[in-house]
């Protein structure tokens, strides 16, 4: 301590404390920057620049088929390389796909995009968490990483609801310049990179499943797991059914010619009514059996969708709220179910099948149902959906039952 004093420079542990408090903050502006949401009325994009909805969907599964392929050689990249420079990756393939959203104009350069964008997220996935974990003091790392964590959330959050609402404002004026901001901010976030401390010990890394295992595991596991199988199938098709709703009324708002600010209105009101969601979600979870809940939901959602099939402008939207809601709280909710139904030890396989079998679903219903919206509407469609996913609640119910 004496030595550092009188040299002029901070002790080992000062420079710790300045760097843990460094990392972290850094750490919250990479965050801000990376999910800042400008470009997620993607579909509105690709719309205006002449593609079909079912094209468009297609570019929604090559991102989940190249986020599968992509998964081997980024956890390769991962324990090879440092976590910087794994996040210098990931932001240089945002940037790279960024830019192929403005230059390509057919389906061919957007689907390479997308396919960047996968590679992009994979090699995001998990090593900001890992390194901002490993730049804290170890006495209080794991109380503290859970703080940072929670920030990490909300920063993410409220950087995602900034970015569609500016995305929205620009939908009819150079609705391009969202790509530009885009770049800006990869570059940005390289520069938050630049400025964080490499942790000087790495901790063994989380080993990562090959695609080949998670099928394995899923094949074997849900043949003998009917209960768990019919679980994560409901999962999967229900939020696939958000997830598409949320993608597609995009074009339902591009062809009723909602004004820029309108699009901004609805998408802050609807972020407002998912945080809402997930803030009451632990008191929901407290008053009610997690089986209830979950089926009550599902319930929601199922009359949310067949509600759609009513050609008003003003249900369409009310509903748009509640399926964003349901949406939110999704994932939570399966997942604190999940932990109820499966062994500790088998919790990260399953899991990773859980997420598998929602890639699947989207791959093959994201541009089926882009498809029968053109052919169709977009009531026809999601109130269709409404009443096939009823069926196969009631489905569900009847053999959660018999099991029991």
Known sequence: MAQGFFCGRPAAGENLKMNTKRNTILAYAYSFAAWFGITNLWVIYLGQQGLPLIQIGLCESIFHVASFCFEVPSGMLADRFSYKTVLYFSRIMAIISSLLMLIGHSFIWFAISF??????????????EAL???????????ARYAKVVSMISIVTEVGSTAGVIIAGALVHWHFEITYYI???LGIVALGTIAFMQEPSVHG???????????????????R?????????LLD??????GTAFYYYFQDVMTKADFAGWMIST??????????AAMRALPWLQAK?????????ITVAMTFALIVIAVPSMVAMIVMYLIIQAITAVMYPLFNAYYNELIPSKQRATLLSVASMLFSVVMIVLFPVCGWLVDRFSFNVTFGGFGLVLLLATIGWAVRQKRAA
């Open 115 to 128: 396919i960047v964008s996968a590679w992009s997220y994979n090699l995001q996935s998990g090593t900001l």
């Open 132 to 142: 901002a974990y490993e730049s804290l003091p170890q006495a209080s790392r794991d």
């Open 182 to 184: 885009s770049i800006v």
């Open 204 to 222: 063994p890394r989380e080993q990562r499943q090959t695609l080949a295992m998670i099928v394995r595991a899923a094949v074997h596991e849900l």
């Open 224 to 232: 003998h797991q009917p209960v768990l199988r019919n679980l994560m």
């Open 236 to 241: 999967a098709v229900i939020s696939t059914a």
């Open 266 to 275: 609805l998408m802050l009101v609807s972020s407002l009514g998912s945080i």
């Open 288 to 296: 009610t059996s997690q089986l209830q809940l979950l089926l009550g």
